[in-house]
């Protein structure tokens, strides 16, 4: 693996600790282990940490393997694969706290399955298909969508009642955005796909 794909790689490991910090508060610790900290409010700089962590290396990761000329058919798919799994966790996360609608988080879920299969479809033509600029605007609109679905879930954490409904209003705002990106940039790898 080369430079970029281990900082491609540090996502996958963020992914699943993101999802433990953030269910971490709805566990009944105290009940399982006597003496356990009630007080989470300590996740919310943690789950910052680790969302600011996994969208800087989605920006760096492409950067190191054009500058040490690294880039290869792998990263071209090790990369979109990594974003799909940091951002669906996310998604899911927000779903479960009822900021994002489970109907949208679906298209999401199975646009991302669908490119994955167009991708091996391709991939069997002999053709690596890496992101196109529709993809590239459409994670630049699920990273948003995050962000302020986790500046919600962040608020209602640390007790902030005002401007809430605001923050939820406008993630799902963003959200419904970033769905209807999507669908438009897998019509655009379909019709690619469909010129192969």
Same mark, same amino acid.
């Given at each position: ?19 433990? +910090? ?7 610790? @105290? *009940?399982? $282990?006597p003496g356990a ?5 300590? =996740?919310? @700089?943690?789950?910052? *940490?680790? $969302?600011?962590? #996994?969208?800087?290396? %989605?920006?760096? %990761?492409?950067?190191?393997?054009? #500058? !040490?000329?690294?880039?290869?058919? &792998?990263?071209?798919?090790?990369? @979109?694969?990594? %974003? ?6 996310? $998604?899911?996360?927000? =779903?479960?706290?009822?900021?994002? @609608?489970?109907?949208? &988080? ?33 994670? +630049? ?28 209003t406008s993630a !799902?705002?963003? &959200?419904?955005? #970033?769905?209807?990106?999507?669908? *438009?940039?897998? =019509? ?9």
């Amino acid at each position: 693996m080369t430079l970029a794909d281990k900082v491609t790689a540090l996502r996958l490991i963020l992914a699943p600790v993101f999802f433990v +910090v953030y269910v971490l508060p709805y566990q009944k610790l @105290p *009940g399982l $282990f006597p003496g356990a900290v009630t007080d989470f409010k300590w =996740v919310v @700089p943690v789950l910052w *940490g680790l $969302f600011i962590i #996994s969208e800087i290396t %989605d920006l760096v %990761d492409g950067k190191i393997a054009r #500058s !040490r000329k690294e880039v290869s058919d &792998f990263g071209k798919l090790f990369d @979109p694969f990594a %974003d799909v799994l940091v951002r669906i966790t996310y $998604f899911l996360c927000f =779903v479960l706290d009822g900021i994002l @609608p489970a109907v949208l &988080f679906l298209v999401v879920l199975y646009r991302e399955i669908g490119i994955q299969f167009l991708r091996n479809l391709m991939m069997k033509k002999g053709i690596v298909m890496g992101a196109r600029k529709g993809g590239k605007i459409k994670a +630049v609109a699920y990273m948003l969508a995050g962000a302020v679905a986790l500046l919600a879930a962040s608020a209602e954490r640390l007790g902030f009642d005002a401007g809430v409904w605001v923050l939820h209003t406008s993630a !799902r705002v963003i &959200f419904c955005i #970033s769905v209807v990106i999507s669908v *438009g940039s897998f =019509v655009d790898y379909l019709s690619l796909y469909k010129k192969q």
